[in-house]
């Protein structure tokens, strides 16, 4: 399955902040970037945190470069599979499979937090690495 599709049994008792956060990954998965845009304040800066990328740990701020920085050539899985929150806060552990075009798929596990400011995402921090038993 390409795309991300969250359980039924997730959306039970979840906050609305985390319900923000699963639209916001199943959208980025899906590549449906009118959602992602959908899910961010105007001002969002993201940063993120991923060996052997020249972008790694260089803040991108505003929604149009944060969504031009986030495009990817193909769709690709991520699911959170641990959701914590505390205020406006959501910190998410989760699992990405990225298709190759050679076949084949990256598996990473990231580790996200969200800020989020009436109801959308303010600022996103991930710190990504291969999940190199998984490959």
Known sequence: MVGFMPEPANA???????????????SLGNLDWAAVASCLTDDVERVEWADGFPSSGV????K???IKDMEAPRRFQIQATRMT?????????????VPLEKGGYFVGRAL?????????I?????????DKKAT
């Open 12 to 26: 039970l008792g979840m906050s609305s902040n985390k319900k923000l956060i699963e639209t916001y990954q199943a």
């Open 59 to 62: 803040p991108v701020r505003g």
């Open 64 to 66: 149009a470069a944060v």
């Open 85 to 97: 929150e505390e205020n406006n806060v959501v910190v998410a552990e989760c699992v990405v499979r």
């Open 112 to 120: 996200s937090v969200y800020e989020l400011e009436n109801g959308k």
């Open 122 to 130: 303010k600022r996103m921090t991930s710190f990504v690495a291969e």
